[in-house]
């Protein structure tokens, strides 16, 4: 007679080997029921067991009940990603024992737990890749890359990690996906990026990559950064004087004219006497009103009210800056500088007052751009009213000498009866002695002691060496550096007070 065996309960001690064992014994001889509840008082006893685990989800999908496979499945990987430890065994596992679909699904759970895991990213496409699913790891990559925020150190991780574990197919993607999300994090490494022949590699499928967001001129400039890294200034000013207009016509049309070029901290020397000239007026009556006179787009202005606000005297301050070209203040009326124009800002003058814009431009900080009045004006009128301090920076050199020396009378007559005038930028040889005929006082001693952003002459002089900034690059001239008159008083007794104040301001920037 053939009689079912009675079922027996034995109760056996928590011994993983044991228990193992058993769970084999049982799945052997078909007792489904009893491998099961031992697969789960094994996992309960050893939670860190991946292969368990692993094998407890699978016991289960083999019994049918794919539920609750699934949720053991899920508590497995939510175990799995509480630690980087734990994380990359339960991926190794996976990986060794093939299980690439349960592999990619881990690692699009460790994303959606940090979006900026590259290790995950990495390693969930090449697990589709490897399943033959090139779709799906394309669009995985493509979503994490396109990301914005990844800093340089993270493009260059994803981008060599994609090298390196052979993904080489997805590297357009991953490139077009950065270029998209972060391109000036991705245009800050591939400027900087040791091996000449890899960064010209990438900058070349960058530019056929076509990525929105990503220019032809961003790839340019990253070329250009490299140039001039490696010491080929030349090269570089030329390759820069090519894209000039470029870059200009990109950013803002009006701009198509290198003559109205301007920068932040253009002159670092300059901006800081200018502080110690409305600090002379701020004691002296309260107030400085301050006329930044042919301000281009602005960022002498920017400039000069962020030092003076570092001074502490922003608010006894009344700044008007101007241009005759409404587009320009338009554009200056914004706040938003392009990242290019921002190279001499020092960092934390960066972080506190600009914020960087999805394009990679920074905007000035909503409350100091208020302090700034932005007014269409020619500097050939009659004013409207007077400022203590008049500044009229590199645009005298734009006109020939007969029309610069009618300028200066009206230029001149901007300024109040004790007034400063700041006429940076180089006067034509003739021009001083009109100067001093108009009552100007030098403030300095030899006052030609503030001088050029010498990089920024060199490109603009390849551009356009004839009129626009009226002088050749530096390293072609023997006055190494060059130096203008720049800062005048109406009398020689405050010449005589402001000029030593003015001549430590800059010393200590300039150091000479
Ligand atoms: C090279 S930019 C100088 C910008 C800024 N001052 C600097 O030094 O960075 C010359 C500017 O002068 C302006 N400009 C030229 N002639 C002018 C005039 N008659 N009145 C007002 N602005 C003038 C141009 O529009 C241009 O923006």
């Not at 093939?98 to 690692?107: S, Y």
Request: glycine share 6%.
């Amino acid at each position: 007679m053939n009689e079912k065996p009675k079922a027996i309960e034995i109760s056996l001690p928590p011994q993983p080997a044991l228990l193992r064992q058993v769970v084999r014994l049982l799945e052997k001889e078909g007792e489904i029921a009893g491998s099961l509840s031992l697969q789960d008082k094994l996992v309960e006893i050893c939670p860190d067991d991946w292969n368990a685990r692993l094998s407890q989800y699978e016991m289960y999908l083999a019994a049918g009940q794919p539920e609750a496979a699934a949720r053991r499945l899920e508590q497995a990987t939510d175990d799995a990603l509480q630690d980087a430890h734990r994380t990359s065994k339960f991926r190794r596992l996976l990986r060794s024992r093939n299980r690439l679909r349960l592999l990619a699904n881990f690692e699009r759970a460790a994303l959606a737990r940090n979006p900026a895991d590259i290790r995950a990213a990495l390693s969930g496409s090449q697990a589709l890749l490897d399943s033959r699913d090139f779709a799906g790891a394309q669009a995985l990559l493509a979503e994490f890359a396109q990301r914005p925020g990844h800093s340089a150190i993270a493009c260059k991780r994803l981008t060599m990690g994609i090298r390196t574990s052979g993904l080489d197919q997805l590297l357009d993607v991953v490139l077009h996906g950065l270029a998209a999300g972060s391109s000036h994090q991705l245009a800050a490494w591939l400027s900087g990026h040791e091996d000449d022949d890899l960064a010209t590699e990438l900058l070349d499928r960058l530019e056929r990559s076509q990525a929105p967001g990503w220019s032809s001129v961003a790839v340019q400039l990253a070329r250009i950064a490299r140039m001039e890294a490696a010491g080929r200034h030349d090269e570089a000013d030329r390759a820069h004087a090519r894209i000039e207009s470029a870059i200009a016509v990109e950013r803002v049309p009006q701009l198509a004219s290198p003559t109205a070029s301007t920068l932040m901290f253009r002159n670092p020397p300059l901006l800081s006497a200018l502080v110690v000239v409305a600090r002379w007026y701020v004691e002296r009556s309260g107030k400085a009103r301050i006329h930044v006179a042919a301000c281009s787009t602005g960022e002498e202005a920017y400039s000069l009210a962020l030092l003076l606000d570092k001074a502490g005297i922003l608010d006894a301050c009344e700044i008007m800056a101007s241009d005759f070209d409404p587009a320009l203040v338009r554009r200056a009326r914004t706040g938003v500088v392009d990242a290019r124009s921002m190279e001499a800002t020092a960092p934390d003058l960066l972080e506190k007052y600009f914020t960087r814009q999805a394009d990679g431009r920074y905007r000035l900080d909503g409350g100091l751009l208020s302090k700034i009045a932005f007014h269409v004006r020619d500097l050939r009128d009659a004013p409207a009213i007077q400022h203590d301090l008049v500044i009229a920076d590199n645009v005298l050199v734009h006109y020939p000498e007969e029309e610069a020396a009618r300028m200066l009378t009206s230029i001149s007559a901007h300024a109040a009866a004790d007034g400063v005038l700041c006429l940076g930028g180089g006067l034509a040889p003739g021009l001083g002695a009109r100067v001093k005929a108009l009552g100007w006082v030098p403030l300095l001693q030899g006052s030609e002691t503030i001088h050029e952003a010498w990089r920024t002459q060199r490109k603009a002089w390849y551009l356009n060496p004839r009129p626009y900034w009226a002088l050749p690059p530096a390293r072609m001239l023997d006055a190494q550096p060059l130096r203008r008159t720049t800062l005048f008083a109406r009398s020689e007794a405050m010449a005589a007070a402001l000029g030593p104040l003015v001549a430590r301001a800059i010393e200590a920037v300039d150091g000479t």
